[in-house]
């Protein structure tokens, strides 16, 4: 069994890269305390989705992606 950062990509629209961090997030108005979405991000593009996250205070984590 492979691990969901194995084979992730980045969330960035068009972006093709692997993932090295994963963007653990949830909306509270749709989503129970327990849930908790995952988007992959690049290097490059970390910054740019954990922001467009937190800004609207979905933001939880950011962990490194296991290789």
């Known amino acids: 069994m492979t ?4 084979l992730a990509v980045c969330s960035a629209k068009g972006c ?3 993932a090295e961090y994963l963007l653990r997030w949830r ?3 749709l989503h129970t305390a327990d ?3 995952t988007w992959a991000a690049c ?3 970390r910054e740019h989705l954990s ?3 937190d800004v609207r ?3 939880l984590a950011v962990e ?3 290789h």
């Open 3 to 6: 691990s969901e950062s194995t």
């Open 16 to 18: 093709r890269q692997s």
């Open 27 to 29: 909306n509270p108005r």
């Open 35 to 37: 849930r908790r979405k």
């Open 43 to 45: 290097a490059e593009h």
């Open 51 to 53: 922001t467009f996250l």
């Open 57 to 59: 205070g979905f933001l």
């Open 64 to 66: 490194p992606a296991d």
